[in-house]
C-alpha cells in the first residue's frame, strides 16, 4: 500500500504503531506479530521501496500481515517515523550508520546517537556506483572530473556516497558542479533531461530501466580492485563500503565489473522496537524469502547467505536470536556486536555530557566532543567535521 509521508498519514500509522502490542496473529513456529506493521523506504519507483512492497506482499499472502511502506525522499523523511515510534523499521541505506554516529544531520540537537539495531540487509549483485548519461564519454571515475553531479539536499549519506565514488578517481568535491534536487528520483530524471550529468545510485535500482531507456542512455563506471590507492581514498571516507562483482542491472560494462558491492537495502529499527518483532520479522523474510526474491529488481540480495557478520551496525537481539537457531551466527559476528555495542555507548555517553554543557555553538562543539570521545576510546573518528 501506498501513503505519503503527510501529517494525517503519520498520524495513521502512530495510531497502528501503538495498537501493535495488542493487534497480533500467529505465525508459523508461535512467532507474533502485529497485524499490521509499518516501515519506510527510499521514494517509491525505487528498488528499496519496491522490494518492500514484495515483502509486503509475502507477508500478507503467508502470514496475513499489513506491511505499510512509507516513502521518504530524504534521510530524514525516512528515519524521523523510526524515531518517533511511528514506524517499527526502515529500509534504508547508510543514513543508519550516519544516524548510529551522529553526524550531518543526526549530530543537530533534536537528534543525536540513534540506538540502531540491524534486522537484515540486502547485499546484492548490484552495486553502488554512478549512473551516468552514456552520451557524454565518461568511462571512468576519472572522467566525472567537471561534470554536472546530482546532489541531493538533506541527504548526507548519499552526499557522501557520492564524494567516496569520486575520492577514487581522485575527484574532489571542489572540482564538480552540483546539481542540487530535493529527491534522488529528481537527481535521475535530472539526466534524462539533460540538465544533470551523473548521480549516485544503484545499479539494480528501477530507475536504471529507465535511463537505459532514455535517449542519455546509462553506463557505470567500474572501480577496478587492482587501483588500491583508489579503494584507500574511497574507505577511508565510506569505512563499510565492501568489493564486490557487479553484474546487476543496465550500463554495467560488459555485463560484469569491479565496483562497491551494494549493501541496499538495510532493514534496520531500534531498541524501542521489540525483541519479538524483531525476530518475527526476521523469521519471517527469511523463512519467506522464495515467495518475494523475484517480486522487485535486487531483491534475490535478502538471501540468509548474503547476511554480513561485521557490518557497521549492531543486530537487534530478536533478529540475534533467530540467526544464531539457523546456524548464522559465529565468533566473528559476536565479536563485531560486541565493539559496535560500544561504540554506539561511547557515543551516546559523550553526547550526554555535551548536552547538559553544550557551550554557545552547539554543532561544533558536538564534532569536537564526538571525535574526542572516539579518539580516547580507541575507535576510529571517521567524521572529524561537516
Known amino acids: 500500500m501506498k501513503l ?3 501529517n494525517t498519514m503519520l498520524l495513521g500509522a502512530a495510531a497502528v504503531a501503538m495498537t501493535a502490542t ?3 496473529t500467529a505465525m508459523a513456529g508461535d512467532v507474533m506479530l502485529p497485524k499490521t506493521l509499518v516501515t519506510t523506504a527510499y521514494n517509491t519507483g525505487t528498488s528499496g521501496y519496491s522490494q518492500m512492497v514484495a515483502v509486503g506482499a509475502m507477508l500478507k499472502n503467508k502470514y496475513g500481515i499489513n506491511l505499510r511502506v512509507l516513502p521518504g525522499k530524504n534521510d530524514v523523511s525516512r528515519l524521523s517515523p523510526v524515531k518517533k515510534g511511528v514506524a517499527q523499521f526502515t529500509a534504508t ?3 543508519s550508520v550516519y544516524a548510529q554516529e551522529a553526524v550531518y544531520t543526526f549530530g543537530k540537537k533534536a ?3 540513534m540506538p540502531v539495531r540491524l534486522l537484515l540487509l540486502n547485499r546484492s ?4 556506483t554512478f549512473a551516468v548519461a552514456n552520451d557524454i564519454g565518461v568511462k571512468t571515475m576519472a572522467d566525472l572530473k567537471g561534470k554536472r553531479i546530482g546532489w541531493v539536499r538533506g541527504s548526507p549519506a548519499l552526499q557522501k556516497a557520492a564524494e567516496a565514488l569520486l575520492a577514487y578517481g581522485g575527484v574532489g568535491l571542489d572540482e564538480i558542479e552540483k546539481v542540487e534536487v530535493g529527491g534522488w528520483g529528481a537527481s535521475i530524471n535530472g539526466i534524462i533531461n539533460g540538465n544533470i550529468d551523473a548521480s549516485i545510485t544503484a545499479s539494480q535500482s528501477t530507475f536504471m530501466l529507465k535511463m537505459e531507456a532514455s535517449p542519455r542512455g546509462v553506463y557505470h563506471p567500474p572501480m577496478p580492485f587492482a587501483d588500491k590507492a583508489g579503494w584507500a581514498r574511497t574507505q577511508k571516507l565510506v569505512p563499510w563500503y565492501v568489493q564486490g562483482i557487479c553484474t546487476d542491472g543496465p550500463g554495467v560494462p560488459g555485463g560484469r565489473s569491479e565496483a562497491v558491492a551494494s549493501v541496499y537495502p538495510i532493514l534496520i529499527s531500534t531498541t524501542a522496537t521489540s525483541d519479538d518483532i524483531a525476530y518475527g520479522m526476521t523469521k519471517a523474510m527469511v523463512e519467506g524469502f522464495d515467495d518475494f526474491k523475484d517480486g522487485a529488481p535486487g531483491a534475490k540480495g535478502w538471501a540468509l547467505g548474503q547476511q554480513m557478520d561485521d557490518f557497521y551496525l549492531p543486530f537487534h537481539p530478536g533478529s540475534m536470536k ?3 537457531e539457523v546456524g548464522r551466527w559465529n565468533d566473528k559476528a559476536e565479536a563485531n556486536q560486541a565493539k559496535m555495542l560500544k561504540r554506539q555507548a561511547v557515543l551516546k555517553t559523550a553526547w ?6 553544550p557551550g554557545s555553538d552547539f554543532n561544533t562543539g558536538w564534532m569536537k566532543a564526538r571525535a574526542t570521545a572516539l579518539a580516547a576510546a580507541g575507535m576510529p573518528v571517521i567524521f572529524e567535521t561537516w
Open 322 to 324: 533467530f540467526l544464531k
Open 93 to 95: 541505506g547508510s543514513d
Open 352 to 357: 550526554d555530557a555535551h548536552k547538559a554543557n
Open 4 to 6: 505519503s509521508l503527510s
Open 22 to 24: 495488542t493487534a497480533t
Open 111 to 113: 537528534w543525536g546517537p
Open 125 to 128: 549483485a548490484g552495486c553502488t
